[in-house]
């Protein structure tokens, strides 16, 4: 079997390989081109038929990818997304998603060498998001779809192949997360009182997007409440963490709101903004609940906004509350999502270009 793999040379080499899945697994785990899960041998067969839902040729460099700054062309993203099980109308999402991660102000650099555990979290808006079936509703975050599952777990690869970012050399992750896998939903516009995130940063509602957030993780939020003010008042101190890089670096979390609540805050009369203003507010912590070694850092971090300050001042846990991120995301249940992010990153906002 001739099988295009990604390496570290500009193009893809073409390798010999055994037409035996279990001989071509293994070898994927000899050479650490995979992720510990089974791949889909990336045959010439299978790219190209990935290629031809792009108009850009397969050679282009879309990003060069930190850490090791491989080359992420057209076709070594095809590769990434063959192995990782895509349906091939999903290429244009993951060029979208490299050109997302490689924008200076996400800090892929940090993100993939840091030992902290975060993980890319990928958002999909607008009509691509239905028309390649990316869950919004039930179950978002987790398993059972396979365009949220392959798409998130295909950028993943591209990390790793393209980017170097393999465990324990570049990627130095204390622990790492299962987001580390894949970490991709759509967002629920249906269900949405207010505009959606991609609208919200300026693109056109019919356009599609795709979003990269630098995730720590997940923490559920149930609350039974029917009172806006109530549901800030926790979500907010959820969201409270000391030994957290948002109140180090001024962050930029996400919460996911799940529909009942999105709709019991609307129909308390709040915007999105408002929101966010109030979640900002409802997670304000005395800097003396953070260690002192750990103050140092905020300090030297946050200097030029907060300047000197001791244990009694009170942090932020994003440098304005416009840099809250909201989606609403999920199905029917009492439930949204805390979304701690990296700290040191921005998300960011691509267009999907089909």
Not at 13 to 42: F, K
Not at 56 to 78: C, D, K, L, Q, Y
Not at 226 to 235: N, S, T
Not at 268 to 283: C, N
């Amino acid at each position: 079997m001739s099988s295009n793999l990604s390496g570290a040379v500009e193009r893809a080499a073409v390798v010999e390989a055994q037409d035996d899945l279990d001989a071509i697994n293994q070898l994927y785990r000899e050479r650490r081109w995979s992720d510990g899960l089974p791949v889909v041998p990336p045959t010439a067969e299978r790219v190209n038929r990935m290629l031809k839902h792009t108009r850009r040729a397969r050679h282009e460099i879309v990003a060069r990818v930190a850490p090791g700054f491989g080359a992420a062309t057209i076709e070594r993203i095809a590769i990434n997304a063959v192995l990782a099980g895509c349906d091939s109308e999903y290429l244009p999402v993951l060029i979208a998603a490299t050109e997302a991660v490689a924008d200076p102000k996400f800090n892929l650099q940090g993100i993939q060498a840091t030992t902290n555990s975060v993980g890319v979290w990928v958002i999909i808006n607008g009509p691509i998001a239905q028309r390649l079936q990316v869950n919004a509703t039930f179950n978002c975050l987790g398993e059972g779809a396979w365009a949220n599952a392959t798409i998130g777990r295909a950028l993943r690869l591209i990390l790793r192949n393209v980017g170097g970012g393999l465990p324990g050399d570049m990627d130095r992750a204390t622990h790492g997360q299962p987001g580390k896998y894949t970490f991709c939903c759509a967002e629920n516009e249906e269900e949405n009182p207010w505009e959606p995130l991609h609208v919200e940063r300026g693109f056109d509602r019919g356009a599609s997007t795709v979003t990269v957030m630098g995730a720590e993780g997940t923490m559920n939020m149930n609350s039974h409440s029917k009172d806006a003010g109530e549901l800030l008042q926790v979500f907010g101190d959820t969201m409270i963490h000391p030994p957290s890089n948002e109140y180090t670096h001024g962050g930029e979390p996400f919460v996911i709101i799940g529909p009942e609540h999105a709709h019991i805050l609307k129909r308390d009369g709040l915007s999105k903004l408002d929101v966010k203003r109030g979640l900002w507010e409802t997670s304000k912590m005395r800097a003396d609940r953070m260690s002192p070694k750990d103050r140092e850092r905020a300090q030297d971090s946050r200097r030029d906004e907060l300047g000197d300050f001791g244990p009694d001042t009170i942090l932020t846990i994003a440098r304005r509350p416009e840099e809250i991120g909201i989606i609403v995301a999920g199905g029917p249940g009492t439930h949204s999502v805390y979304v701690p992010s990296f700290g040191n990153t921005r998300s960011v906002t691509v267009e999907i270009a089909e």
